[in-house]
C-alpha cells in the first residue's frame, strides 16, 4: 500500500501527475483542484494516494490534502461511482462543497458535473449523506452560533443565516455557488442578496 508520494513533478496532463520518488517516476490519476495547488514541472511536491487494483490494471490515485483523498475513498465507496467519476466531482468541488451539497440533498447540483446523471447523484446523496455529517467539521458547525473560534467560513455563515430564520435548504443551494474563500460576513451578504432577487 502506497500511503503518499514525495519527490519532483515530472509530467502534468488533465487529472493525471507524473511524481519521480528516487528514480521511479510514478503516474497518478488526480484532481484538477490538486494540480492547481502542487506547482509546475521539475517543483518538489507531495501527494496522499489511493491504489485501487483491478483485474487488469493497478492504478494510484493521488491528492495535495488528505480530505480530498478521503472524499475520493468515500466516493468509490457508491455504487456505480468509479474513480474517473470521482475525479470529475473533485475538480469541480472541494471536499467541503461537495459535503455541503450532499448534506442539503441537492443532487441536481452534482448532475451538472460532467458524467454524473439524475441517478448517480441520488445514489451518492442517499448512501454518503449521514456519513459526511459525521466525519466533516463543516457540516458540524453548522448548528453552532456563529463565534470568534477559527471555523469554516461556509460553516459559520450557515450558522449565522439559520441564526437570522433561514432555512437550510433554503439558502443552501445559493452559498454553496460562492466562493469559500470569502469571510462569513461577506457571504451572508451575498446570499441574503440573492434571496432578494428570487423574492422579486
Known amino acids: 500500500m502506497i500511503y503518499s508520494l514525495h519527490g519532483k513533478i515530472v509530467e502534468t496532463a488533465p487529472n493525471f501527475v507524473v511524481i519521480e520518488c528516487g528514480g521511479v517516476g510514478y503516474a497518478c490519476r488526480t484532481t484538477q483542484t490538486t494540480l492547481a495547488k502542487i506547482g509546475a514541472v521539475g517543483e ?3 501527494l496522499y494516494t489511493h491504489m485501487a487494483i483491478h483485474d487488469t490494471a493497478i492504478e494510484l ?6 480530505e480530498e483523498l478521503h472524499c475520493f475513498q468515500m466516493l ?6 468509479g474513480g474517473k467519476a470521482g475525479l470529475a466531482i473533485l475538480s469541480d468541488l472541494t471536499p467541503n462543497r461537495f459535503a455541503l451539497l450532499v448534506a442539503s440533498g441537492d443532487s441536481l ?10 441517478k448517480s447523484a441520488e445514489r451518492i446523496i442517499l448512501d454518503l449523506k449521514d456519513k459526511l455529517v459525521k466525519t466533516n467539521p463543516v457540516l458540524q458547525e453548522m448548528p453552532v452560533v456563529v463565534n470568534t473560534s477559527k ?3 461556509l460553516a459559520e455563515a450557515m450558522a449565522g443565516l439559520l441564526v437570522l430564520g433561514y432555512r437550510q435548504e ?3 443551494p445559493i452559498l454553496v455557488k ?3 474563500n470569502l469571510s462569513p460576513e ?3 451578504k451575498f446570499t441574503l442578496r440573492e434571496l432578494g432577487r428570487q423574492a422579486k
Request: proline share 0%; net charge negative; glycine share 10%.
Open 61 to 66: 490515485f493521488g491528492f495535495a490534502t488528505k
Open 44 to 46: 518538489e511536491t507531495m
Open 186 to 188: 461577506e457571504l451572508i
Open 178 to 180: 460562492q466562493d469559500e
Open 170 to 172: 433554503e439558502v443552501m
Open 76 to 81: 468509490i465507496t457508491v455504487s456505480g461511482i
Open 109 to 118: 447540483a452534482l448532475t451538472k458535473i460532467k458524467g454524473i446523471g439524475k
Open 151 to 153: 471555523t469554516d467560513s
